[in-house]
Nanobody
C-alpha cells in the first residue's frame, strides 16, 4: 500500500526558502502522478504543483511557478519554495494518483487517491 510522509515544514521569515520532502513507501511505478496541495487557515485545499511518475509532465499553479519548483526521484517528491510570503502559510500535503488520468492531479483534490498527513509551513516576521 502506497504511503506518503511529508517533512521539511517550519517557521520562516518572509523571503526565506524551504524545501519540503515527501517520502514514498513504494516506488515510482506504484503511482501515476504525485504532487503537492496546500490549505491555508480558513480556506479550501488547493493544488500547488504535480508531476507524473514518468517525468513527462509537470504542472505548477501559474501564480507560484516563479517561486516553487517540484522535483522527483526514486525516494519521493520535493517542493522547493523560494521567496516565501505570509500568504504561503498553511498545511502542505503530499498527494498521489495511482491510476491514469489526463488532467494534472493538482487541478482537483478529487483526482487524488492517497494523501500524506501534512506538514505545517508558517511564514511570519
Amino acid at each position: 500500500q502506497l504511503q506518503l510522509v511529508e517533512s521539511g515544514g517550519g517557521l520562516v521569515k518572509p523571503g526565506d526558502s524551504l524545501r519540503l520532502s515527501c517520502t514514498v513507501s513504494g516506488s515510482p511505478s506504484d503511482y501515476y502522478a504525485i504532487g503537492w496541495f496546500r490549505q491555508a487557515p480558513g480556506k479550501e485545499r488547493e493544488g500547488v504543483s504535480c508531476i507524473r511518475s514518468r517525468l513527462d509532465f509537470v504542472f505548477t499553479d501559474p501564480s507560484l511557478e516563479d517561486r516553487f519548483t517540484i522535483s522527483r526521484d526514486s525516494a519521493g517528491v520535493y517542493l522547493q519554495m523560494n521567496n516565501l510570503r505570509p500568504e504561503d502559510t498553511g498545511v502542505y500535503y503530499c498527494a498521489a494518483r495511482i491510476g491514469h488520468i489526463s488532467q494534472p492531479i493538482c487541478e482537483d483534490e478529487r483526482f487524488v487517491d492517497v494523501w500524506g498527513q501534512g506538514t505545517q509551513v508558517t511564514v511570519s516576521s
